[in-house]
């Protein structure tokens, strides 16, 4: 069965620093999301991304964030200057065109900020 | 905005026992109703959906979920737990008017004692 897949699994960096977490969706999936998970705190949705723009973001998605579809296969998240409270969970989900409501999620990237 | 709550954060039960989670969701539109399930070390699942329809929807694993809309509730059912079932469970909801966002519960740890 097709899966959502995320690279790397942990990741540790300097406050300050950029970080670039990976995704490669379901191949015939159109519809991509991020979310993330603080220790202890619920999911929260950050942004969706369809036909290579934006189609919605949080108040959490703000300057610091971007993401990109730099080729067929991956989908990125670009955290630009990583603050202590970026220290998260963050997990990857596609869906489909026919069914965009269903959403498929990766194994997450766990990101520590120190 | 939506929110959603998950009254339990821990249950602890012995196999064979039932099961029943409890989410609760705030929101006046229509909706699209998820159980998802995390078992330890693994990614978000997707156990049952609700669109439209049956409000009694089954999902994979002997898991069950009804929608009641006077209560805005999508409770989870398991008649007979099995100690696999030791798990995470998120109840998420989507908004139709909204977008594709999911808005998560809390969570409920389900330990399943042998």
């Known amino acids: 069965e097709p899966e959502v897949t995320q690279t790397p699994s942990h990741q540790v960096t300097q406050m300050g620093q950029e970080v670039i977490l990976r995704c490669v969706p379901i191949?015939?999936?159109?519809?991509f999301y991020w979310y993330r998970q603080i220790l202890g705190q619920k999911v929260e949705f950050l942004v969706s991304f369809y036909n290579n723009e934006i189609s919605e973001k949080s108040e959490i998605f703000d300057d610091q964030f971007s993401v990109e579809r730099p080729d067929g296969s991956n989908f990125t998240l670009k955290i630009r200057s990583t603050k202590l409270e970026d220290s998260a969970m963050y997990f990857c989900?596609?869906?489909?065109?026919?069914?965009?409501?269903?959403?498929?999620f990766g194994p997450g990237t766990r990101l520590l900020v120190l | 905005a939506q929110s959603v709550s998950q009254h339990n954060h821990h249950v602890i039960l012995s196999e064979a026992a039932s099961l029943e989670l409890g989410c609760n969701y705030s929101?006046?539109?229509?909706?699209?109703l998820f159980w998802y399930v995390q078992y330890p070390g693994q990614h978000l699942q997707l156990l049952l959906k609700y669109f439209s329809g049956d409000p009694l929807v089954k999902g994979i694993k002997g898991f069950e979920a009804e929608f009641i809309k006077s209560k805005f509730s999508f409770n989870l059912r398991k008649p007979s737990v099995q100690w696999s079932d030791t798990a995470e469970y998120f109840c998420a909801v989507n908004a139709r008017a909204a977008g594709n966002k999911l808005t998560f519960g809390g969570g409920t740890r389900v330990l399943v004692k042998p």
């Open positions: 989900a596609s869906s489909e065109e026919q069914e965009k409501e269903t959403q498929y």
């Open positions: 191949s015939n999936h159109l519809y």
């Open positions: 929101y006046g539109g229509t909706v699209n």
